[in-house]
């Protein structure tokens, strides 16, 4: 990795985290989710970077993927809140995450992710194995008392590629696979008050482009070349909504859906509805690791 790159990581890094703060910052009873989300995405642009993928505020047993479509009216109240933001710079991606507990219920739940989370950044070097950062991860956050989600799992970061290898466990998966020097990686442990197993909710409101093949309305091609625009990572329904009404997005969609053109990316919940946390920073490996959304409190 040259130091062009390096440095590209490092900025898109800081405005995440810039991004990701400024939104902790809203975060208070009787804000509206949709407020928050539009004025992080604002944030991102006004710092001088682009979406990684669509801000998402996701609540109480939901771990991820919730995101606000147009008509969205849900208000902040006493919820255990996870907030994931991700920014780039010409493709070279930041993803940082963290927890807040509006109902003061759930102080260590959100201690459980974020210690396991800097227990696994201490660990990190080439040549550590997969497995044995997954075996910090779960003995941190079982030692609160609670589960790893251990279908869920932090991700190796490519050029405009949200999600790559490697892929990082919440649990002791005995992978042998080794970091190397250079890896992005995007490391986010879960933890759960219930089952520590996610499955998918509906509808999804966060897609991402597969392929274009077989595109022959003109609604649906019009969209598609906004969608073009966000280069092959996940994008907001909303986001269209915004720019084509909400009649010819959930057109275009569905049209995009029944030619396999889109993958759908469905708000994820608990099994057993348990309150679920989050924490998430980007790491680049390096002998002397640069932790990238690195921000103080």
């Known amino acids: 990795m040259d130091q062009e790159t390096i440095q590209k990581h490092i900025q ?20 509206k989710v949709i407020e928050i989300l539009d004025k992080i995405e604002e944030k991102i642009h006004q710092l001088g970077g682009q979406l990684a993928f669509p801000a998402q505020i996701s609540l109480n047993e939901f771990a991820a993927h ?24 010409d493709g070279y991606i930041a993803d940082n995450a963290l927890t807040i507990d509006l109902s003061g219920k759930h102080e260590d739940l959100v201690k459980a992710s974020r210690e396991a989370l800097n227990n696994a950044l201490k660990m990190i070097r080439p040549g550590v194995a997969l497995g044995e950062i997954g075996k910090v991860i779960h003995e941190t956050i079982t030692s609160y008392g609670f589960s790893p989600v251990k279908n869920l799992s932090g991700h190796g970061l490519g050029h ?7 892929s990082i466990p919440n649990f002791n998966n005995n992978n042998e696979r080794i970091l190397k020097e250079g890896d992005v ?29 077989g595109i022959r309305d003109p609604i649906t091609r019009n969209i598609l070349k906004e969608i073009r625009t966000y280069k092959g990572l996940p994008f907001a329904k909303r986001w269209l909504e915004k720019k084509f009404t ?52």
């Open 12 to 31: 898109a890094g800081k405005i995440a985290a810039e991004a990701l703060h400024y939104g902790k910052s809203l975060i208070e009873p009787g804000a």
């Open 66 to 89: 919730s995101c606000s479509d147009l008509n969205d009216a849900t208000i902040l109240k006493d919820q255990v809140i996870k907030l994931d933001v991700g920014a780039h710079i």
């Open 160 to 166: 405009y590629n949200i999600h790559t290898s490697p």
């Open 185 to 213: 990686i995007a490391i986010e442990p879960f933890a759960s008050t219930g089952a520590g197993i996610v499955q998918e909710s509906s509808p999804a409101t966060v897609f991402t482009l597969l392929n274009e093949q």
């Open 246 to 297: 909400t009649p010819k997005t959930n057109f275009a969609l569905r049209q995009l859906s029944a030619k396999d053109c889109i993958v759908h990316h469905p708000p994820l919940f608990d099994q057993a509805r348990g309150m679920i946390s989050q924490a998430e920073h980007t790491v680049i490996v390096l002998e002397k690791p640069i932790i990238t959304t690195w921000h103080e409190e």
